[in-house]
């Protein structure tokens, strides 16, 4: 794998500055793979990477939503959340989509967009299918708390 060029990298750098405004967000590391499948992921020394397959399938405020989320995976590291509401609240895919939405919230982005995201990404052909019914789990999750609140 590769890098993404230059303007690939500017997109989802302006898209994490987006939620770095957020003042309890922690600063972490992006960077962009030359990768056509769709991904997005954060590693425990704060880098989260992104494929230049994901940046092609999402559109801005769905960029921002999938980097919310993998934020949320760092910002539970850092808070140390030992449980949300709920009875999914020891899933760390739904942690991290849940702190992602209150970062999206706070920065004037409706949480549905996040579930719009997931829902590109599991479509997409180069999604494996084993990662189909999770990612539908997650959307279907999504929409229900989106509808609650």
Not at 24 to 48: I, K, M
Not at 94 to 117: F, H, K, Q, S, W
Request: with cysteine; net charge negative.
């Amino acid at each position: 794998m590769g890098h993404g060029t230059e303007p690939e990298a500017r997109r989802a750098a302006l898209a994490m500055d987006r939620l770095r405004v957020q003042s309890w967000v922690q600063p972490a590391g992006l960077h962009v793979l030359a990768n056509r499948r769709p991904a997005a992921f954060a590693w425990p020394d704060r880098h989260v990477y992104v494929t230049t397959g994901l940046l092609a399938l999402l559109d801005d405020d769905e960029l921002t939503a999938a980097l919310a989320h993998e934020l949320g995976h760092l910002q539970a590291r850092d808070r140390h959340l030992a449980a949300l509401r709920g009875p999914t609240a020891d899933d760390i895919e739904t942690r991290a989509d849940e702190l992602g939405c209150e970062l999206l919230t706070a920065g004037g982005i409706r949480p549905a967009v996040l579930a719009r995201a997931l829902a590109k990404v599991r479509d997409a052909p180069d999604t494996p299918v084993q990662c189909r019914e999770a990612l539908t789990h997650r959307i279907e999750w999504l929409r229900l708390r989106d509808e609650i609140q």
